[in-house]
């Protein structure tokens, strides 16, 4: 697997962004097809998972992968984010940088 240098820490090259799996953020999805994807990311070998406490509702998105993660937690390069907030009245949805393409740039 090839991994990249990030401050002294080895991380994988393939990662998998969690956003994805939370309600709200891109459409609807549920917490049980939201942990078999994944499962299977992780299957396929994304050892790196990307995930925030602003994704979803109330933490939502860190405790899904909490679980889908259990019992594999030394197969992962966990990344985790804080702080991010959605105003108040406002619906959370997909990031204002991505583009139709879904890159950056």
Not at 89 to 94: D, K, W
């Amino acid at each position: 697997m090839r991994t990249r240098e990030l401050g002294g820490l080895r991380v994988p090259a393939i990662g998998f962004g969690a956003m994805v799996l939370s309600p709200g953020m891109y459409g609807d999805i549920d917490d049980d097809r939201a942990g078999r994807a994944l499962r299977a990311a992780l299957d396929a070998g994304a050892a790196h998972v990307d995930t925030s406490d602003g994704y979803g509702d109330d933490g939502h998105n860190e405790r899904l992968v909490g679980r889908a993660i259990k019992g594999r937690r030394d197969e992962v390069v966990l990344a985790t984010k804080f702080g991010l907030a959605v105003p108040e009245g406002s619906r959370a949805g997909p990031s204002r940088w991505a583009t139709r393409s879904g890159s950056c740039g």
